[in-house]
């Protein structure tokens, strides 16, 4: 059964009717001014700074939380579809999580689909990693950095941890990895039974991927699709969290199977009764915020 504290947020989704028929812009403004009036009162954190982040073409806006003097840091990437969310309407998750987790989060902004399609949101994620970890003393980090997401966020981190291993460059210390969009699927188990009446559809899981490709050829690329990737050995110690009544759930727990096939730590958690977007709804659903902060209490334990 889905967790009673999520009754009204699927209602809402299914009063709003077909979202996928609004123009994209629209559509990433309503989105965000949805996210931005439903959050609660900010939890207090002791110290929150803003970074531009300047890479080769462009500048990202980054926003650090350390409640706790960390040395260590998450780089977190939001969900969104690729086409919204900023570090704005992530303000108190990023906050929560630096909270809970005692460790230094650092949000990172990137270019937003349709005016960007890939690989221009995976280049933003890849190279603002590198970049942090490569001035590690301006942002106050002694210690190791891992990368973290949810949804589309989570795509994008566990795809630069692909190419820091193909590429031979730096790694991060742990992929952290909320119930990240893994490959094209239509005919999953999760899929079939939860793509309608859970807030997330197949319909608008492939309107993002749609706004996103360039091509066909984008779908089978391991970058966009880190599930068709060949290979998954000698990549980070990973945290995946599923939710039960997820349409994008199968892949993603196949996705921890392979790593661990591979020789790669994996920890899978499985949400019960969660749906899509659970983290980012802590403050409606108890079960979710326990989730958020289990897995944030053990992140330290992997820097």
Request: proline share 5%.
């Amino acid at each position: 059964m889905v967790d009673p504290d999520f009754n009204s947020l699927i209602e809402l989704s299914k009063s709003a009717g077909d979202m996928t028929k609004i123009e994209p812009a629209m559509l990433r403004n309503f989105l965000d001014e949805s996210s931005l009036s439903s959050r609660g009162a900010p939890v207090e954190i002791k110290e929150i700074k803003d970074y531009k982040i300047k890479l080769d073409g462009r500048t990202l806006n980054a926003r650090m939380y350390d409640d706790n003097n960390a040395k260590s840091a998450i780089l977190y990437y939001h969900g969104g579809g690729f086409l919204f969310g900023n570090i704005e309407t992530y303000d108190n998750y990023c906050r929560f999580l630096a909270k809970e987790s005692g460790v230094k989060i650092i949000s990172i902004e990137y270019r937003l689909a349709p005016e960007h399609k890939f690989p221009d949101a995976f280049n933003d994620a890849y190279d603002s990693f590198h970049y942090i970890a490569k001035k590690k003393k301006d942002f106050g980090i002694e210690g190791r950095i891992g990368v973290a997401g949810d949804s589309a966020g989570a795509n994008l981190a566990a795809a630069l941890c692909l190419k820091c291993r193909d590429g031979k460059t730096e790694m991060p210390a742990v992929q952290v990895l909320f119930y990240p969009s893994l490959a094209p699927d239509n005919f999953s188990r999760s899929f079939i039974e939860y793509s309608d009446n859970y807030v997330l559809t197949g319909k608008m899981i492939r309107y993002f991927g749609n706004m996103y490709s360039k091509n066909m050829q984008d779908l089978i690329n391991p970058y966009f699709s880190p599930l068709v990737a060949d290979d998954f050995s000698n990549l980070p110690p990973a945290i995946m969290v599923t939710n039960e009544y997820d349409p994008l759930r199968d892949p993603e727990e196949t996705y921890v199977k392979k790593l661990r096939e591979a020789g790669v730590r994996a920890v899978g958690i499985r949400g019960i009764g969660m749906i899509h977007g659970s983290a980012t709804d802590f403050e409606v659903s108890d079960g979710a915020r326990n989730i958020v902060k289990m897995v944030a209490r053990i992140i330290p334990d992997y820097l």
